[in-house]
Structure formats: structure tokens, C-alpha cells
């Protein structure tokens, strides 16, 4: 892909950060706006570096430009196309699928202790981290849990972790699904946009976790996973399975 031209006779930090930033354009999908405040900063830093003299300009220069472009990279968030057949469940996040087992739900949604198929998707730091919701439909529920923040790859993370729980009616079926975004060793902050009542289409952003997690879903009594551990996922666009 060609890169935007210089403009003409542009020389010094002020055209540094120009081409930087033409380049994030040219190669990059736009970022969630939270990241943002991360990549400014990074930015910030490196407009700083004309006011300091010599090799600690350049430095701050170079640190504040390579923090805004890991920011930028971290926080990517590529339109994805969800499959024609609506009654398919998308994955939520990119990731690997780690679980394909049985389990109850988070116990704070009511559910009680009967299991369902639970389909569980690691992501690590180089993944796309924005979630995508995995059906369309009204969102019943919306339920935060503080927790530790142990790997995400282990199973125990499902209830041990601090979590965002979201039960989600499904439009054709009326059967609720449900996903869960995990908090995991490196991510200390989870982000979701959706509240109970909220209205989400198949494979629509609403929201992030940062630095390293594990998003759950659990499907509905009867339903087959089309996927197996192991499996990469790509956020919106995987089918998970099939609704009965």
C-alpha cells in the first residue's frame, strides 16, 4: 500500500508526527475510541521531545511515537461481516477457542446449576480485543462481578475472574444467550457499552477488554458448538453454532 507523500520542504518533530499518523491511516482500521486517550499520550510525549534538548529528545521522540503505534495496534477495530444465516451464533472475540465443555452460568444472572454448552475464546495480547455481540436481540441483563485476575487460559478463570455478564434474549428464537468478557492476568479494565435493554445486532461492537482476556458464551439447552478447541476465532465472523 503506498504511503501519503511528505508535504514539501516538512522537516522536524511536527512532520514526524504528521507522517506517523498518515501512516496509522494508511495501514491500520480506526481504533476503539478508548484507546484513544492511550495513543494521544503516546503522541503527546512525543511532541514533548522538541522542547527537550539533544539525545533525550530524540529519545522521547521515539519512545512516544513506538507507545502511540503499539496503542493504535492494540487497539484495532476491523469491520467484520457476520455469515447471511441468522440463525447462527458469531463468535465474539478473536481469539482461541480454549473451552468446549458444560457449565452453569455465572451465578449472578439466576440461572441456577444447570449446565449449558459453554464455548470459551483466550485472547492473547496480539489479538483484536473489541467484543462482538454473538446474536441479535434485546439485552435482559447487564451484570458486573469483581474478581482476582488469574491467566484467563486456566478454566478456574470463568469464576474465579472479575467479569461483565451479559444475557441476551435472541431475536428469532427468544432464547436467551449468554456471554461473559473475563478480566485475565495482564487486563485490569473491561469495557461494555451495552446496558440492560439495550437493542444489539449480530456481530455489533459493545465494548473491550484490555490487555489480555477471555470472553464465555453460553448457548441454550440443546445447541451444538460447530467449533473445537484450538480453532481460531474471528470476532463477528466465526459461527459458533447453529440455534435450534
Known amino acids: 500500500m503506498a504511503l501519503p507523500p511528505r508535504r514539501q520542504g516538512a522537516t522536524g518533530p511536527s512532520a514526524e508526527l504528521e507522517r ?14 478508548a484507546g484513544y ?35 493504535a495496534v492494540f487497539f484495532r477495530n476491523p469491520r467484520r461481516a457476520a455469515p447471511d444465516d441468522p440463525s447462527l451464533v458469531v463468535a ?10 458444560t457449565a452453569a452460568p455465572p451465578g449472578e444472572l439466576g440461572f441456577g446449576d444447570e449446565p449449558r ?10 489479538d483484536v480485543h473489541v467484543q462482538h455481540a454473538p446474536v441479535a436481540g ?13 491467566s484467563a487460559e486456566r478454566p478456574e478463570a470463568s469464576e474465579r475472574n472479575e ?17 461473559v468478557q473475563i478480566a485475565g492476568l495482564l487486563a485490569r479494565r473491561i469495557v461494555c457499552d451495552a446496558t440492560a435493554g439495550s437493542s444489539l ?16 458464551v453460553y448457548l441454550p439447552a440443546g445447541t451444538k458448538p460447530l467449533v473445537k478447541v484450538g480453532q481460531r476465532a474471528v470476532a463477528g465472523e466465526t459461527a459458533l453454532a447453529a440455534l435450534a
Open 20 to 33: 506517523f499518523l498518515d501512516l496509522i491511516k494508511a495501514t491500520l482500521p480506526p481504533p476503539h475510541p
Open 37 to 71: 486517550p492511550f495513543i494521544f499520550a503516546g503522541l503527546g510525549a512525543a511532541a514533548l521531545s522538541a522542547a527537550a534538548p539533544g539525545r533525550a529528545g530524540a529519545a522521547l521522540r521515539r519512545g512516544g511515537l513506538a507507545a502511540a503505534a503499539a496503542c
Open 92 to 101: 465474539p472475540a478473536d481469539g482461541r477457542v480454549s473451552l468446549v465443555d
Open 117 to 126: 454448552t459453554r464455548v470459551s475464546i483466550f485472547l492473547s495480547v496480539f
Open 138 to 150: 434485546q439485552v435482559l441483563a447487564a451484570t458486573h462481578r469483581a474478581g482476582a485476575f488469574v
Open 163 to 179: 467479569r461483565q455478564s451479559l444475557v441476551i434474549e435472541e431475536a428469532l428464537t427468544r432464547k436467551p444467550v449468554v456471554v
Open 201 to 216: 445486532r449480530r456481530g455489533e461492537v459493545y465494548g473491550l477488554i484490555r490487555f489480555g482476556s477471555r470472553v464465555d
